[in-house]
């Protein structure tokens, strides 16, 4: 429950690394990877967070857990907040 994602309304905007950051919806996550975007995603209920780097047949993630180039489907279940920074 300490994720800024759980309050998007206070954790949207400008961060001190020039870079801002923005919640997206499921539906919306195709298009930044496209872009080499990567997106923040909500497993577990949210509470766990990975970053979705690619689609290749299926998202590819880095995991805080697994480690990084894992399919997701192959751990979770996506259930969001999704974010990017940009």
């Known amino acids: 429950g300490t994720a800024y994602m ?3 309304s206070n954790f949207n905007g400008s ?3 020039g870079k801002n950051y923005k919640n997206i ?3 919306e996550i195709p298009g930044y990877l496209e872009r080499n975007i990567p997106v923040i995603a909500g497993v577990k209920g949210a509470s766990h ?3 979705i780097k690619k ?3 299926g998202y590819v993630m880095n995991d805080p857990i697994y480690g990084p180039d894992k399919k997701v489907a ?3 279940t996506l259930s969001g907040p999704y974010g990017v920074f940009e």
């Open 6 to 8: 759980y309050k998007p």
């Open 49 to 51: 967070y990975v970053v």
């Open 25 to 27: 919806s499921n539906a």
């Open 55 to 57: 689609n290749d047949g």
């Open 15 to 17: 961060w001190p690394n």
């Open 74 to 76: 192959d751990y979770y």
